[in-house]
C-alpha cells in the first residue's frame, strides 16, 4: 500500500449535526456535503473529550481520556489557584511518529496543548516541522488575552498578525498558510498537514462576511454563527481544490472531525437555534453525546468506499494508531486505541469493550469540590453518565433513546454496578485533575471540620 499525504481537518465546537451531510436543513456547508460524498461517514464516533485542550490531547497522544494527562481546559493547584495544562516534553505525539516516519508535519492553528512560557511545549516542540499556532497567554496580548490575533511560526520569535480587515476570518488565513507550506514543502516525500481550524468556536473576532444569511430574521450572534460555519466551509473547499491542482488530492487521505460538540451560552449563541446536535443531548462540556458524539469524514481514493456510513463505535484515540498501519510504523505502545483501517478497505474490525471519559470543568464555571467532575462510558448501545462521584449514575439505551432522555438505571442495576466499577479501575491519577474534584486541600478541610465536630 503506497504511503498516502494525510490531510487532517479539525473544526473547534462543531455539532454533529451542523453540517448539510449530518442533517443540517439552515447552515449551507456544499463543500463538506461534496467531501462526504466520497468519504466513509461515521455516525458513532467520539471526540476525546468535552472541551478543546483534553480532547486534543487525546487525539495527539492516543491515549484513552481517563488515562491522557490534560483532562479539562485547566487544573486546579490548590488555592483556587487553575492553570493550563501542557503535554509533558517527553510524550510522543502523532506529530512526532509521522515525522519520524519521513513525513513533513505542519500544524496551523489552535494547539492550546501548552504552557505559554515554555516554547518546547508548543507544537513546533511536538513533532511538526512548520508550526503556525494562536497563543492566548496574557505576555503576549496582556489587555485582551482572549482574543489575540497573532499565529506564532516555529517558536516564539516570529509571528503573523491576523488582519481583520483582509480576511473575512480567521479560518482564511490559516488556509493561506497552508498553501504556502504546499508550495514550499519537499515534494518527494509526504506530508501531514494539521489544519486545526477556529470556527465556529466563540471568540472568533469580528466576521466581516455575514452576507450569506444578513437577510434571515435572526438575531444577530447566530447569523454570525451560520456565517462562521459557512465559511470555515468556504475555506475546506479552497484547499481541497488546491490539493487538486497541484496534483496530489488524489495520493490524499482527508479527515474531517470537530474537537467536541457545539458551544453554547446564556444569553449568546443558542446551539438548538441550528438544531446543532440533532437529537442529541448537550454540547460543550457536556458528557451526555452532545457534548462528545462529532462528525467524522474520511475521504481517501481507491481505499475508501465512496458514499458509505458505518456504526462503528471508535474515538480520537483510535487516530494514532490507524496512521501508524497505514504509513507502516509500529503501532506506540502508550496508544489505547484500535486501528481502524480494516474498517477503511472493508476488511473486519476489532470493536472497542466500552469507550470512557472523565472530565474537569475548569474555575471559570465552578468551585470545587462539588461541582465540575464529570464521567461517562459507552458500551455497546448502552451509556451511562455520572456528573459528581456521590451522585446517581445514569444509565441510557442509545438504541431506543438517542436522546439519553429515559434513565433506565434502576431497572438495570447489575449494569449500573458494573460501570460504576469501571468509573473507578479504568482511569490513572493526574496532577491538576483528582478523581472526584476533591484536591488535597479539601481532604484536610474535611478532616478540620471533623477534628472541630
Not at 518546547?120 to 485582551?144: C, L, M, S, V
Request: with cysteine; aromatic share 12%; net charge negative.
Amino acid at each position: 500500500m503506497r504511503r498516502p499525504n494525510i490531510l487532517f481537518l479539525l473544526a473547534d465546537d462543531l455539532g454533529y449535526n451542523e453540517i448539510g451531510a449530518y442533517g443540517q436543513k439552515i447552515i449551507k456547508t456544499p463543500e463538506l456535503d461534496k467531501l462526504a460524498e466520497s468519504s466513509m461517514k461515521f455516525t458513532n464516533f467520539y471526540a476525546g473529550n468535552a472541551a478543546y485542550s483534553p480532547s486534543r490531547a487525546v487525539l495527539l497522544t492516543g491515549k484513552n481520556p481517563t488515562k491522557v494527562a490534560i483532562r479539562g481546559n485547566s487544573g486546579y493547584y490548590g488555592n483556587d489557584k487553575w492553570e493550563g495544562v501542557a503535554l509533558n516534553q517527553d510524550v510522543f505525539t502523532l506529530g512526532e511518529m509521522l515525522k519520524g516516519q519521513g513525513y513533513q508535519t505542519a500544524f496551523i492553528g489552535k494547539w492550546h496543548l501548552d504552557h505559554p512560557d515554555d516554547v518546547k511545549t508548543w507544537a513546533f516542540g511536538h513533532g511538526f516541522d512548520y508550526a503556525a499556532q494562536e497563543q492566548w497567554p496574557a505576555r503576549f496580548n496582556p489587555i485582551r488575552p482572549f482574543l489575540s490575533n497573532r499565529l506564532w511560526v516555529n517558536g516564539d520569535q516570529e509571528y503573523i498578525t491576523y488582519d481583520y480587515k483582509k480576511y473575512s476570518c480567521k479560518d482564511e488565513l490559516r488556509t493561506d498558510l497552508a498553501f504556502d507550506f504546499l508550495e514550499n514543502r519537499e515534494k518527494e516525500n509526504p506530508f501531514f498537514l494539521f489544519m486545526s481550524y477556529r470556527s465556529p468556536h466563540s471568540f472568533e473576532g469580528p466576521i466581516r462576511d455575514t452576507l450569506f444569511y444578513a437577510d434571515q430574521d435572526w438575531p444577530d450572534i447566530e447569523k454570525a454563527h451560520a456565517a462562521k460555519i459557512t465559511l470555515l466551509d468556504r475555506q475546506i473547499g479552497r484547499l481541497l481544490r488546491q490539493l487538486k491542482k497541484i496534483g496530489v488530492l488524489e495520493s490524499t487521505l482527508v479527515v474531517f472531525t470537530s474537537d467536541n460538540g457545539p458551544h453554547f451560552s446564556p444569553g449568546g449563541h443558542d446551539h438548538e437555534f441550528f438544531d446543532s446536535n440533532g437529537p442529541l443531548r448537550g454540547g460543550k462540556r457536556d458528557l451526555y453525546d452532545g457534548g462528545i458524539r462529532v462528525p467524522m469524514l474520511v475521504s481517501w481514493k481507491g481505499n475508501v468506499s465512496p458514499a458509505t456510513t458505518t456504526e462503528h463505535i471508535l474515538g480520537f484515540q483510535d487516530v494514532m494508531p490507524t496512521f501508524a498501519e497505514i504509513v507502516g510504523a509500529p503501532i506506540p505502545e502508550q496508544t489505547d486505541g484500535l486501528s481502524f483501517l480494516p474498517l477503511l478497505v472493508g476488511v473486519p474490525q476489532k470493536k472497542h469493550e466500552f469507550l470512557n471519559w472523565e472530565y474537569q470543568m475548569s474555575g471559570w464555571f465552578q468551585t470545587l469540590p462539588k461541582g465540575g467532575f464529570r464521567q461517562s462510558i459507552r458500551r455497546e448501545n448502552w451509556k451511562v453518565v455520572r456528573y459528581g462521584v456521590n451522585t446517581e449514575t445514569e444509565l441510557y439505551n442509545l438504541d431506543h433513546d438517542i436522546s439519553e432522555a429515559q434513565n433506565l438505571a434502576k431497572s438495570y442495576p447489575q449494569i449500573v454496578e458494573e460501570m460504576n466499577k469501571i468509573f473507578e479501575s479504568e482511569r490513572t491519577e493526574t496532577a491538576g485533575f483528582p478523581f472526584g474534584g476533591v484536591t488535597q486541600d479539601h481532604k484536610s478541610m474535611d478532616i478540620q471540620i471533623k477534628k472541630n465536630e
